[in-house]
């Protein structure tokens, strides 16, 4: 597997959903943050660990004990919000549960990106379908579990979430439309919009007030009813289902709302009462060899459990996992000598074809669903003859030193991952996701097929990515010359 097929694991998307009268299709695109700019090994690890400060640290939300939205995704869309209609670019993220922009007047939002996308406040005044949400609506009261002490019918309802590394986004809710592409048949699109209650950022502070990653705001595919997805399945507008099938080959993808008809996959289920997609793993196969661990060690209680997590670029096990997983995989190559470069990441020299000289690793999870993860998987390439490995030890590098299962896109790209939230199941198995997938139109039963995105901005990676991991690497590679 070369350099890019690791690190542009998801340069566009095409999201498939059901949101007019009808219940019918649409369609938006999404695209890689990083997409034309340099990355190195230490950049794909800050940020993953910025996600991580989601996944570990206390949530100040107050929305009824939902997720929260992290500080960056590796993937962002446009989509249109208002009457006339604006272009927003936000941040798309399965492990959060709102949607929410930067509003006019906001105190310390970034004015500009450096990821070459405009950047525009939303105005509730400036939109003729804008419309404030009160603290005594139904929507405000149910993310407070009651109606809040000293509502007023004039006062607004606040959000507010603190990130992991002290970052904070305070605003208010409001309700517009938002417009995105309906599906029309095969590979065919038409306008269209829904109605959504979602966050106008008053405040930003910490990374969110930088223009390094700056968009202007976050869109939350979480399964709490404060989602987009929640809301618009709740008008009938479309069912709680999405995939997304991420190329690490061609590096384009899908990412889809509604049902998938075709291809089929096998499925687990989702552990009930977590704010992020858990699901239950019963064992680890390294080379045909059931690992032995602890028994509880992927126990789903008091919030474990395997997190899959799209927006997450490695994977990260708990200790004794990541421990007795790498004795085993070096032990096909007990030649090899292991270096640390970039004081996070495990490399070395090696000549030879991977997958024939390390072994396949087997995930086992509940109802006897399996993930595959092959050596051109794990293992990425930064040079003809040199190897990283992509596992990590989750214990040793949270801030609470907290364990946890988490799969990113290492092992889940090159699988159409499908959840189905109104029967809470996650599935996934091979597929090319170059190709195309088949969804259902619920008022004419209709089935379209929607294509994966052109990614022609692949190639723009290759040469930033290149030098700049050869650059990383060269004072290790110079101990073998």
Same mark, same amino acid.
């Given at each position: 597997?070369?350099?890019?097929?690791?690190?542009?694991?998801?340069?566009?998307?095409?999201?498939?959903?059901?949101?007019?009268?009808?219940?019918?299709?649409?369609?938006?695109?999404?695209?890689?943050?990083?997409?034309?700019?340099?990355?190195? *090994?230490?950049? *794909?690890?800050?940020?993953?660990?910025?996600?991580?400060?989601?996944?570990?640290?206390?949530?100040?939300?107050?929305?009824?004990?939902?997720?929260?939205?992290?500080?960056?995704?590796?993937?962002?869309?446009?989509?249109?919000?208002?009457?006339?209609?604006?272009?927003?670019?936000?941040?798309?993220?399965?492990?959060?549960?709102?949607?929410?922009?930067?509003?006019?007047?906001?105190?310390?939002?970034?004015?500009?990106?450096?990821?070459?996308?405009?950047?525009?406040?939303?105005?509730?005044?400036?939109?003729?379908?804008?419309?404030?949400?009160?603290?005594?609506?139904?929507?405000?009261?149910?993310?407070?579990?009651?109606?809040?002490?000293?509502?007023?019918?004039?006062?607004?309802?606040?959000?507010?979430?603190?990130?992991?590394?002290?970052?904070?986004?305070?605003?208010?809710?409001?309700?517009?439309?938002?417009?995105?592409?309906?599906?029309?048949?095969?590979?065919?699109?038409?306008?269209?919009?829904?109605?959504?209650?979602?966050?106008?950022?008053?405040?930003?502070?910490?990374?969110?007030?930088?223009?390094?990653?700056?968009?202007?705001?976050?869109?939350?595919?979480?399964?709490?009813?404060?989602?987009?997805?929640?809301?618009?399945?709740?008008?009938?507008?479309?069912?709680?289902?999405?995939?997304?099938?991420?190329?690490?080959?061609?590096?384009?993808?899908?990412?889809?709302?509604?049902? $998938?008809?075709?291809?089929?996959?096998?499925?687990?289920? /989702? $552990?009930?009462?977590?704010?992020?997609?858990?699901?239950?793993?019963?064992?680890?196969?390294?080379?045909?060899?059931? *690992?032995? *661990?602890?028994?509880? /060690?992927?126990?789903?209680?008091?919030?474990?459990?395997?997190?899959?997590?799209?927006?997450?670029?490695?994977?990260?096990?708990?200790?004794?996992?990541?421990?007795?997983?790498?004795?085993?995989?070096?032990?096909?190559?007990?030649?090899?000598?292991?270096?640390?470069?970039?004081?996070?990441?495990?490399?070395?020299?090696?000549?030879?074809?991977?997958?024939?000289?390390?072994?396949?690793?087997?995930?086992?999870?509940?109802?006897?669903?399996?993930?595959?993860?092959?050596?051109?998987?794990?293992?990425?390439? $930064?040079?003809?003859?040199?190897?990283?490995?992509?596992?990590?030890?989750?214990?040793?590098?949270?801030?609470?030193?907290?364990?946890?299962?988490?799969?990113?896109?290492?092992?889940?790209?090159?699988?159409?991952?499908?959840?189905?939230?109104?029967?809470?199941?996650?599935?996934?198995?091979?597929?090319?996701?170059?190709?195309?997938?088949?969804?259902?139109?619920?008022?004419?039963?209709?089935?379209?097929?929607?294509?994966?995105?052109?990614?022609?901005?692949?190639?723009?990676?290759?040469?930033?990515?290149?030098?700049?991991?050869?650059?990383?690497?060269?004072?290790?590679?110079?101990?073998?010359?």
């Amino acid at each position: 597997m070369d350099l890019v097929r690791i690190w542009a694991l998801v340069l566009a998307f095409v999201v498939v959903g059901q949101l007019d009268v009808g219940a019918s299709n649409v369609v938006f695109k999404v695209q890689n943050k990083f997409a034309g700019r340099e990355r190195s *090994l230490s950049a *794909l690890k800050a940020h993953d660990s910025r996600r991580h400060g989601r996944l570990l640290s206390a949530v100040d939300l107050q929305l009824g004990g939902s997720g929260h939205p992290a500080e960056a995704g590796l993937y962002f869309a446009k989509i249109g919000i208002g009457t006339p209609p604006s272009d927003y670019y936000v941040q798309v993220d399965t492990g959060s549960d709102i949607l929410w922009v930067n509003c006019a007047g906001c105190n310390n939002c970034p004015k500009k990106s450096d990821l070459g996308v405009k950047l525009t406040l939303y105005d509730p005044k400036g939109s003729s379908t804008g419309d404030s949400v009160t603290c005594d609506q139904d929507f405000c009261t149910s993310m407070y579990d009651g109606r809040l002490p000293g509502c007023k019918p004039d006062l607004l309802c606040q959000y507010n979430v603190v990130y992991g590394d002290g970052s904070q986004t305070t605003g208010y809710f409001v309700k517009d439309y938002v417009h995105f592409d309906r599906v029309t048949g095969n590979f065919g699109t038409a306008p269209a919009n829904g109605t959504v209650i979602f966050g106008c950022g008053a405040k930003q502070s910490g990374q969110l007030g930088t223009s390094s990653e700056a968009l202007d705001g976050i869109l939350g595919f979480g399964q709490a009813n404060s989602s987009m997805l929640s809301q618009l399945a709740s008008a009938g507008k479309l069912k709680k289902m999405f995939a997304h099938c991420l190329d690490s080959v061609q590096g384009g993808g899908i990412f889809a709302i509604g049902e $998938v008809v075709s291809p089929k996959v096998n499925t687990t289920p /989702i $552990v009930p009462h977590q704010a992020h997609y858990n699901v239950v793993m019963k064992a680890l196969e390294v080379g045909g060899d059931i *690992l032995e *661990l602890p028994t509880d /060690i992927f126990d789903s209680g008091d919030g474990k459990g395997t997190i899959i997590d799209s927006g997450t670029t490695l994977a990260y096990l708990p200790e004794v996992v990541y421990e007795a997983l790498m004795t085993q995989i070096m032990a096909h190559q007990s030649g090899l000598k292991l270096h640390t470069v970039d004081e996070q990441f495990s490399c070395f020299q090696y000549n030879g074809n991977v997958d024939e000289g390390f072994p396949v690793v087997v995930f086992h999870f509940e109802g006897s669903l399996t993930l595959t993860v092959y050596p051109h998987d794990y293992l990425f390439q $930064v040079r003809e003859d040199a190897w990283c490995i992509g596992w990590q030890n989750s214990g040793a590098q949270s801030k609470d030193g907290r364990d946890m299962t988490l799969l990113g896109d290492l092992v889940l790209s090159n699988r159409l991952v499908i959840y189905d939230l109104e029967n809470q199941t996650i599935g996934w198995k091979e597929y090319n996701c170059s190709s195309s997938i088949k969804v259902r139109d619920e008022t004419t039963g209709a089935v379209y097929s929607v294509g994966a995105h052109d990614s022609s901005s692949a190639s723009s990676l290759i040469s930033g990515n290149l030098l700049t991991v050869l650059l990383l690497l060269t004072v290790w590679l110079q101990s073998f010359t």
